[in-house]
């Protein structure tokens, strides 16, 4: 038999661990995911509802070749190694791939890579397995749930709304973001006034009259308290108290999503893909190492190596006094298979050892990992804390400060926390204890409505309320931006008019269906089926008989979205013309529609690049059925002169073809000449 075959899910592994395992494996990629539900069946929904929805998968497109190269491997190789990610859906593409390479009858293993480093790779190829069919039926069922929810849902939306889908936990997120704008706007801000005593190192405020809170509704009340204040006030006490100032655990994914949005302004889909990045590998001076572990995770786990070894760090460079304690998760549902937290694959590789290789966001998301999981296990700042009451006709004033007397953690994550001390005046030293303002001051302030969801923000909440995985949660982002349902102001969300159509549909007809509490007991049932506790298809039974009797009284309850009418007739048959939603946009149409088949062609706005080379012509840019941008003449077809890059209307100096743009350089559209920009 010939050399072991490992299958990992992405290619940009296969040369790193191709080098760690030698000459005796052959590692391929399945470039992801090779099949998925087809559109069979009732609804098109893919899945025998009749027989235990029993799904039936398909080959993805352009998979094919991916599935007959590995299928020749598999038949040459010794023994089979599916090392597709640690999680659920990682666990499913290695069944997937099983049962499309016939490894019944062949020798196989399950492994998985928590990082890929060369210690770690070879560990786990010692701990070998089989698929665990539990977590399998987890994630085809989760794939069941969102294609009969997003098909049959969005089906109804498209035909009642101007929406045009809505999903399992998409359409969660969208409530969300649609109550708490409705939140706002039914907010009726309340008045009310502050006083604040400034001296000359410090500000204090008024809290309370002979030592009772008191709120100051209106002018007329701040004007009252001042007529009694003098400019004298008495220190009444001077408290200092110590306490400890803990640091975060080490990143989840989502408290990754959360931080990186906040901190670096990345997008939950941008932080996810440059994780993906440093993860699978990066080409360092002499190796190509994966520089963090798995980014899909519920878990702040640290393994004992992790710890020991960064124990030894934080000694060797800061000193004993600033070790600290191992963060223990209180989070006992949802954590997802036991995976560690999000942390560098070595303390020693340090971001800045490693800042040459890597692109500006791969070192500023690296670095706020790096130094996020050795804080974790730093000790604690050390903060004196001062509470400084003061008295004036019975009017109680209170300032604080705080100083830190022991940084700690702050050693290393100060850049990502604010650490300003607030410094009071020694009041033990004064002389007297009387102490003189300089003004008091009387402002006037309103109550605040709750301010709309940024991106972090929301990743949190729906985090907390257990609906969706963190792992989804960037597809879930890019979907209600993308359908229009929301737009960003000021990097908060704010829902559109079509976002609120369809919430408000969804919940006339869905709303036991379509909200927090459904759909995280859904989340619930995953989990319980990824344990063994629940049979998968009986959960989707129990869900569909609810749900599809709800999805037909739908259709029948709301009415038709009416087409918008243009105010034209239509030329070919005297109907109304109406504004149509197809495949790539807005169209209009016929109302007579399928009777009358007319579209209105609206004129094209050419851009002109340049004169044609070859005839009298002009070189527009146009666009594929795909939408990809190129360039050609608009005597088409007469005159079949084309570019994919932009052309400058230049001759080369060497063979007179046109000279187009690409990236930095301009080149030859021909031969081989090129020159900077």
Known sequence: MG???????????????????????????????????????KYGLGVDIENHFKPDYKTIKGKKSVIDELKKEAKKAGKVYLATDHDREGEA???????????????YSRVTFNEITKNAILEAMKHEGKI?????NSQETRRILDRIIGFRLSKLIQSKTDGSSAGRVQSVALKLIVDRE????????????????????????????????????????????????????????????????QSKPPFTTSTLQQTAS?????????????????????????????LITYMRTDSIRLSNEFVSETYKFIENKYGKEYTGPVKISKKTEN?????????PTSIERTPESVKPYLTDDEFKLYRLIYYRALASIMAPAKVEGTTVILNNNYYNFKATGSVIIFDGYLKVYSDYEETKDTILPPFDTYNSKVIVSNDIIKEQHFTEPPARYTEAKLIKEMDELGIGRPSTYATIIDNIKNRGYVNLVERKFVPTDIGFEVNDKL????????????????????????????????????????????????????????????????????HPLVIRKGKYGQFVACSNFPECKYIKQEPKEEIVICDCPNCDGKIIEKKTRKGKIFYGCNNYPKCKTAYWDKPTGEKCPDCNEMLVEKKNIIK??????KRDL
């Not at 899910?9 to 000459?23: A, D, F, H, M, R």
């Not at 593409?93 to 020798?107: F, M, R, S, T």
């Open 262 to 290: 906040n901190r670096l302004r990345f997008s939950s889909r941008k932080t996810m893909s440059v994780a993906q990045k440093l993860y699978e590998g990066i080409d360092l001076a002499s190796e190509t190492v994966g």
């Open 132 to 136: 665990n069919q539990n977590l399998v």
């Open 3 to 41: 050399k072991d075959l490992v299958i990992v899910e992405s290619p940009t592994k296969v040369k790193s661990i191709s080098k760690y395992l030698g000459n005796n494996y052959v590692v391929s990629s399945s470039k992801g995911h090779i099949r998925d539900l087809s559109t069979k069946g």
């Open 182 to 245: 409705r939140e706002i706007n039914n907010f009726n801000p309340e008045e009310y006034w502050t006083i604040e005593a400034d001296f000359k190192d410090f500000k204090a405020d008024l809290f309370a009259y002979n030592h009772k809170k008191i709120e100051i509704k209106t002018e007329s009340e701040a004007n009252t308290i001042l007529d009694k204040l003098t400019k004298a006030f008495e220190i009444e006490s001077v408290d200092k108290k110590q306490r400890n100032k």
């Open 507 to 574: 919940q006339e007809c869905f709303n036991h269906i379509i909200n927090v509490k459904y759909t995280a007991n859904m989340e619930t049932d995953l989990d319980k089926i990824a344990e063994g506790k629940e049979v998968w298809y009986q959960v989707l039974e129990d869900f569909y008989k609810e749900f599809e009797p709800a999805v037909k009284e739908a259709f029948d309850k709301l009415p038709k979205k009416e087409a918008e009418q243009t105010g034209e007739m239509c030329p070919e048959c005297g």
């Open 335 to 343: 954590v997802q298979d036991a995976h560690e937290a999000i942390r």
């Open 93 to 107: 593409i290695a069944w997937h791939l099983y049962d499309c390479l016939n490894l019944k009858d062949k020798p």
């Open 668 to 673: 030859c559209s021909k031969c081989d000449y």
